[in-house]
């Protein structure tokens, strides 16, 4: 692919440039131009400070959007984001009310209810056969009512336990944020898994023609509810880290990454069909959107403005080179 | 087999609709304090036309096999429009009318350009052009406001002769002057053909790129004309996020349980219509037997995940294996 779209530059350019997917390229340039739009307004966008500080807000971002890559890699989408979000966080800190052992148990509770929701996504997809478009959105609608109904008779315990406060913002090796260690841990493992094991491949597989996955022995209908179940999992970690940085959960604390997680995947050259793209355009988007996010919130533009840009943005880069190939 | 037996087959989903309707309906007004009267019924008419107009919209839109995420949107949108248009003497009001329906129009055209001419995929398409109108409707309107030409709202959200609901008429007439024509147009037959089977209707000569076009761009048309009723009842435009998703999500619910395949190319928008009236008569119950209103979005959040899971009945109708993967 890429080596026709180049053409004869592609044969004088070193190796890794030639292989790199053209829309990792481009999400990459992007965010050099931003980060060159940014230092023009303000030199502080250069310093390792503000960088360092972007890639920590970007980690929230990047595990979300890893258990999101995973399941669009499928070629389905898990619309159950937000609440899966504001599960893991309430729950997590929901935990810590009761006693010590509460408190130890905080981040894997957290962990296990967005797991659940995403297994019972993943039973609807792989199993029943219902567009995952539709049943995520109905979980996330039973997740909201779940907690409504867990908030509203009293006020909850909804503060962040210590260990969540120190995993979000603590620094456990000088100068590394502790978010940042955990985003590049499992970005690892995700790489590791997505190219190193059977299951990875078979992801692949399945984003590319499920049938044909399925009749070459692979226990399909396992791996999509797998993927669903990771995908909830690593949203509900991404709660809990938000409820960490913030140090309390809130109800809606999930409803700004649906969309971004989305976008960042899609920006990072995954086709949202399935079965294609790498990991490093995730990370890619992911930075990129948090860039821009920052950048917007620098020049204090109003959210209406900030929404307007976002979808407009994406549009774009998704006309660039997000098309489906034309049908004849 | 006889005519009225296609006939049957054809309308099945519509007619079940229909059925939960009608049952959901009588119980609601059977346990009702006041009973059947000319005042439960212009309520529940009143919320129910709401949901009916954006089930319509998704319905034109997923017979084409897309979806439209941003139809919550643009109805939170024309909301916001109409709080600042719709208002002044006769003419200023009617332009304004005119103003938001078209406002609405351009909205389904943008997202149909997108998706059909620019070809990228429905729901990432539509989720970005929904936080794009989002926007807009926020610049409008920060802050919950503006006003209504109450004449106006008062007249279509009351009774017609002391009796039927203004807001049903309304429904009706929308149902004959655009569902109507635009399901018996070549357009129309050319949405339904694309959404079933893409390929066979390009081969077959069928103008699907403006069948398609035409369904998303009525499908914004449509959702204005919800907006525009969401203004008359409330007399405020607001630009609340958590209201326009709970729009675009059940109206998704509600084009399931009106018998419209989210695979596309089958059903209609009197099902849905029926599906968004049935599904808001099951929200109303838990008022009438006194629940608690906390737990109405649990409530509501159960009856979609159970309704999505009917379509998982087809499962049932699978004879072989790889029939799973379609």
Redesign the interface.
Known sequence: MSETTLGGIAGRMPRFIRRADPAVLTAFACIVLLLFLGSLYSRSFLSPEYLLQQLKVASFLGVIATGMMLVILLGQ?DLSVPWSVAMGAMMASAAAAYGPVGVAVAIPFGIICGMLIGVVNGI?VAY????S???T??????????M??YT??FSPQDSATGAMRYLATGFAIPGVPNAVIIWALIGAAMVFVLTRTSFGRAVYGIGNR??AA??SGID?RRVVMIAFAVSGGLSAFGGVLLAGYASKAAQ?MG?AY??PS??AV?LGGTS??GGRGSYLGTVAGVILITLLQSILSVMQM???????????V??AM??LY??????? | MKDWRYWLAEQRGTLLALGIFIVMFVIYTSNHPAGFTANVVQTAANKGVLLAFVAMAQTLVVITAGIDLSVGMIFTLTNCLASWLVIGTGIETAFGVLAVLGTGLLCGAINGAIVIYGRLQPIVATIATGAVYFGIALLLRPFPGGSVNEDLADALTGRLFGVVPASLVVLLAVVLFVWVPFSRSVLGRAAYAAGSSETAAYMSGVPIRRGKFAAYALAGLLAAVGGLFLTFFTYTGEAAYASGNAYTLFSIAAVVLGGVSLFGGKGSAIGAIFGALAFRTIGDLLFVFDFDPLWQPLFQGVILLIAVSLGAFALFRVRNRLEWFL
């Open positions: 989408i609807g029943l056969r219902i567009p478009m539709i049943i959105l109905a979980t996330n609608a039973v997740a909201q009512g779940l409504v109904v509203g008779g499920e049938r399925y009749l399909t809606s409803d649906l969309l989305i976008a899609v949202i069909l109003p959210e209406a403005g900030r929404q307007i840009i976002y979808g407009i994406i549009v998704l006309l997000g098309r489906a190939p034309a049908s004849r």
